[in-house]
Antibody
């Protein structure tokens, strides 16, 4: 059974860089079928797709966040990571990682449990 | 402001049929598949419908999806108390990103 688990600091100060890692178990991140994505949800609000990465390193980012986002992959560890620079209180959210079908469709079919990141001085 | 538009709330009595709408444009719903996710408080979203009207294994056939032009709908028949949750529509957009609706909170009366 595929499982995804987010990890990383839960509290940041404004202007710092958010760094999260998603560890995938039960499937290889090097599968040719899927991208691997990050989605966030501010408290009490809706979902926002941040971006996704292929095992080769090919990435797609949300245009509204593109200038601050970097997603990378480490196939040897079966992990992919998110970096979001210059965070503000508006970046406070639960951050989810997920497996994303890519070729022909874009469903997000397996999700991690999510991790809350709070930005506060 | 979400790219896809959903009503903030919906409700129905047990056993009834409810529908949740999702409105977009030709750059997203009009030219791409629609997906629906169900989310209970404090938990991760769960894929409910993919490719407009397909159900993943394990999703009851009480849930159905449809799409027409630049709009889509999720229908839940035989409403049950355990269906009370937030529902989100999503689609790929020509801006090369996934866009979501703002979510609809379903209340079972």
């Amino acid at each position: 059974q595929l499982q995804l688990q987010e990890s990383g600091p839960g509290l940041l100060k404004p202007s710092e860089t958010l760094s999260l890692t998603c560890t995938v178990s039960g499937d290889s991140i090097s599968s040719s079928t899927y991208y691997w994505g990050w989605i966030r949800q501010p408290p009490g609000k809706g979902l926002e797709w941040i971006g996704s990465i292929y095992y080769s390193g090919s990435t797609y980012y949300n245009p509204s966040l593109k200038s601050r986002v970097t997603i990378s992959v480490d196939t040897s560890k079966n992990q992919f990571s998110l970096k979001l620079s210059s965070v503000t209180a508006a970046d406070t959210a639960v951050y989810y990682c997920a497996r994303q079908w890519w070729f022909g469709e874009k469903r997000l079919d397996y999700w991690g449990q999510g991790t809350l990141v709070t930005v506060s001085s | 402001q979400s790219v896809l538009t959903q009503p903030p709330s919906a409700s129905g009595a047990p056993g009834q049929r409810v529908t949740i709408s999702c409105s977009g444009s030709s750059s997203n719903i009009g030219n791409n598949y629609v997906y629906w996710y169900q989310q209970f408080p404090g938990t991760a979203p769960k894929l409910l419908i993919y490719r407009n009207n397909q159900r993943p294994s394990g999703v009851p056939d009480r849930f159905s999806g449809s799409k027409s032009g630049t709009s889509a709908s999720l229908a839940i028949s035989g409403l049950r108390s355990e269906d009370e949750a937030d529902y989100y529509c999503a689609a790929w957009d020509d801006s090369l990103s996934v866009v979501f609706g703002g979510g609809t909170k379903l209340t079972v009366l």
